[in-house]
């Protein structure tokens, strides 16, 4: 199939913008919790009035500080409750805020606050000032200076107290659809960033969608309110959409800003969500951290039969959403609801307890891991977009998941593959363009069509799997064309590799470079009685290099021989962001890459 359209099931937006459903919330329904803040450590509910008021007095308080319609206000921060809290008062005045990633080094810092002439920036401590005031002298229309952790919040509601409320309401009243609403920069895995502008317009249909279609997701089973907790950065469009999400469709929100285990677990724990978004990396970290605890407590066996029931089970559940299988039969129900008290349940009680489902983008799950969580009582959606697109532009839908693939186009969109390949979009989440860049935008959007620079293919039912990207394919010097990202993950898919860079360009054979995961090599070398070894000479373990040639032996079963990894090499050190080698999506910077390891990806050719 070369073409699929969902037809829409939410009508275009004709007035007003994305402030406006925190105020409509408060009118309808003024006690229900809408939000859960952090204080000292203790979760505190809070209402869709009191809510209301804080983005009202920030508002006013901006509007006091010389913050006008249009402007655009920097937010560099992690993941917190002000975060949100800004967006919507800055939303309130038809101010666009430009997130930035709290990791961001100074000159990338200044690149895209110069290229958006933002006149104001809010940051969350003194290290983002020190960054800011590195490059201060060359930022001429920054006037203004917020922290967060010095009291921004309380500063700004203060000094905006004597502003009557109907002043904020005709800025907000004066918002269009097709105002920008937010400009948030590419990642950048090659080049400068490019700061995609997104309108009102563009996040109420993308969130206006997965509400209605996924009505099962983000509400929840009748007496328990629905409930996330993001954990995803706000300077990502999929942390934005679902901030924006989880306003409009009236779900309650929580903030955390470390992905670390030791952090996060204890949050789920007492948060409690019902649902959770996260990119694949994080649903990859749970199961492996289940898995190691079972095999630190001796029982392994039984876990790795745990997993094959939950993937037996959910493949059997999944055949027969599809008409092409009776469903799990009588010994395997049986052994699954063993499996469920034994197993399951404990793994879902880590997550908090309630959680059913799932939302996962930003880069490809495994087909195995979507249908060993399903098995377990956790059904992940799995999706695809980009910041072009303001998030998800295909899902999974609810009851007809086809795990291993990124879901059929969302309603109101339509998906195309080009004769090469390439994936092009259409529908109302597609954004304007790129600011200041006309060149730049007339390449890539086409009378409304959006040329990705991803390949896939669809199937017979119009879901999309994606292949790779046009940037990214690899030609050896035999002529052989060879997309490195399903023998990348494939590879990563080991419990012990961290991360895998597929190389070949111009060579004579495919090898790659991977990096280990410290935890599950440390837990690895205790398992054996090994020695803790320092880097230099873990690499050089033979049984480690045994493992990773297993995992690389696994990837090479989806290619031919000629496609086919031929030799690796482990590293001592990870690809990291703060090294220029990931971007702060965790996306590998290949060119990066090949450079800092030259000398290594010359040995894999010479050595």
């Known amino acids: 199939m070369r073409e699929f359209t969902n037809p829409p099931v939410v009508a275009p937006t004709q007035v007003g913008g994305l402030a406006d459903a925190v105020y409509e919330n408060a009118a309808d329904d003024p006690n229900r919790v809408a939000l859960g803040r952090k204080v000292d450590g203790v979760w505190e509910d809070v209402t869709s009035a009191e809510f209301r008021d804080e983005v009202m007095a920030l508002a006013k308080g901006l509007l006091a500080e010389g913050v006008r319609f249009g402007d655009r206000i920097a937010i560099m921060s992690r993941t917190r409750y002000e975060w949100t809290l800004f967006d919507f008062a800055l939303w309130s005045i038809g101010a666009q805020p430009v997130p930035v990633y709290p990791t961001s080094s100074a000159e990338q810092v200044f690149w895209m606050l110069h290229d958006a002439s933002v006149s104001a920036a809010i940051v969350e401590h003194e290290d983002h000032v020190m960054t800011i005031g590195s490059v201060i002298d060359r930022l001429p ?84 309110a629905a409930s996330t907790l993001l954990f995803l950065p706000l300077a990502h469009v999929f942390g934005r959409m679902v901030e924006v999400t989880t306003i409009r469709a009236r779900v309650k929100l929580g903030h955390q800003p470390d992905v670390a285990a030791a952090a996060l677990l204890p949050d789920l724990a007492a948060f409690k969500p019902t649902f959770i978004l996260a990119v694949p990396y994080i649903f990859e970290k749970v199961f492996q951290a289940a898995r190691r605890k079972a095999e630190a407590e001796g029982r392994l066996g039984p876990f790795e039969k745990a997993v094959e029931a939950a993937v037996r089970y959910a493949e059997a559940v999944e055949n027969k959403a599809w008409g092409t299988g009776q469903g799990p039969g009588a010994a395997l129900r049986m052994q699954h609801q063993l499996f469920d008290k034994l197993v399951y349940s404990k793994m879902r009680a880590a997550m908090g307890g309630r959680i059913r489902s799932a939302m996962s983008g930003g880069s490809a799950m495994s087909r195995r891991l979507g249908l060993f969580f399903a098995g377990a009582g956790i059904t992940i959606y799995e999706g695809y977009g980009l ?41 109302g989440q597609v954004f304007s363009g790129y600011l200041n860049e006309p060149k730049a935008t007339d390449a890539v959007l086409h009378e409304g069509w959006l040329a990705t620079g991803d390949l896939g293919a669809l199937d017979r039912d119009g879901y999309l799997t994606i292949t790779g990207r046009k940037k990214e394919v690899l030609v050896t010097s035999g002529g052989k064309t060879v997309s490195p990202v399903p023998l990348e993950e494939r590879v990563r898919a080991h419990p012990l590799v961290a991360q895998c860079i597929v190389v070949g360009n111009d060579r004579p054979y495919i090898a790659a470079l991977v990096t280990l995961d410290p935890e599950a090599v440390s837990h690895w070398l205790e398992m054996r009685g090994k020695p803790k070894l320092g880097p230099a000479d873990l690499v050089r373990d033979p049984d480690l290099e045994t493992e990773i040639r297993r995992a690389v032996v696994a990837a090479n079963t989806l290619v031919s021989q000629a496609e086919s990894i031929r030799t690796f090499r482990i590293l001592a050190a990870q690809f990291t962001e703060e090294h220029g080698l990931l971007t702060p999506s965790l996306k590998l910077k290949r060119k990066a890459i090949e450079k800092t390891y030259g000398t290594e990806v010359e040995a894999l050719y010479h050595g």
């Open 141 to 224: 229309n920054l006037r203004r200076l917020w922290q967060l952790d010095a009291g921004a919040v309380a500063e700004l509601s203060a000094v905006g107290d004597h502003i009557e409320d109907e002043v904020v309401h005709r800025h907000r009243l004066a918002v269009t659809p097709d105002s920008p609403a937010t400009v948030i920069y590419t990642s950048g895995t090659t080049g400068r960033p490019k700061g995609c502008v997104i309108t009102h317009a563009n996040l109420i249909f993308e969130c206006d969608t997965l509400i209605a279609g996924w009505e099962s997701v983000f509400q929840s089973k009748p007496g328990e």
């Open 387 to 427: 910041t072009e697109t303001t998030a998800a532009v295909t899902a999974n839908p609810p009851k007809h998941t086809r795990f291993g693939t990124v879901g059929p186009p969302i309603p109101g969109t339509t998906v195309h593959i080009a004769e090469d390949g390439e994936i092009w979009l259409h529908g």
